[in-house]
């Protein structure tokens, strides 16, 4: 996980205002911490409960140089090892490339998670609750969305112990994701 001042850096250069002018409460250690960012609880002013998703200061550089990498290595690849016959390998590094960098903009998530919602929404399926995202406290590096508590997918036991019935978890995912 980045230090605290690191992720107050962030989040105060990329909604141009203080932490303490925005949240209530902010948590300084992080729920969860991965690659790309890491995940902070924290209250609105309002008090609303909200997570705040904090892109690392460093990340934007690092997958830049990563993908420099792999597009100089990608074409020796090619009729050079067996599985490149299959695949091609600099197109794979293109299209990795192209992920990544979407990735790397909490905007872009934001509106999949709306665009979801409302699919599941049209589908009248209410098995799945996606978190709304706080538009004005979002932006390419920051991401606030709306907190709730619940259960991971492999917390199969949790579930069954909460009454849920797990089938139909996926019954309603499946019919979501078609």
Do not use: W
């Not at 924290?42 to 993908?67: E, F, N, W």
């Amino acid at each position: 996980a980045e230090p605290f001042e690191t992720v107050r850096q962030v989040v105060e250069s990329e909604l141009g205002r203080t932490i303490e002018s925005v949240f209530a409460t902010f948590d300084r250690t992080p729920i969860a911490a991965a690659s790309i960012a890491q995940v902070h609880g924290a209250t609105l002013l309002d008090g609303t409960p909200v997570v705040v998703k904090v892109q690392r200061p460093t990340i934007r550089s690092q997958v830049h140089r990563d993908l420099q990498v792999m597009a100089t290595i990608a074409p020796l690849l090619v009729g050079r090892i067996p599985i490149a016959a299959l695949a091609n390998p600099p197109a794979l590094v293109e299209l990795f490339a192209e992920t990544i960098c979407e990735e790397l903009d909490f905007r872009l998530e934001a509106e999949n998670m709306i665009d979801l919602a409302t699919v599941f929404a049209e589908l009248n399926q209410r098995g799945y609750v996606i978190p709304r995202p706080h538009p004005e406290l979002v932006t390419r590096r920051i991401l606030v969305m709306e907190r709730f508590d619940g259960f991971g997918f492999d917390d199969v036991d949790g579930m069954k112990a909460a009454g849920i019935d797990t089938q139909e978890v996926i019954r309603v995912g499946m019919r979501g994701f078609t």
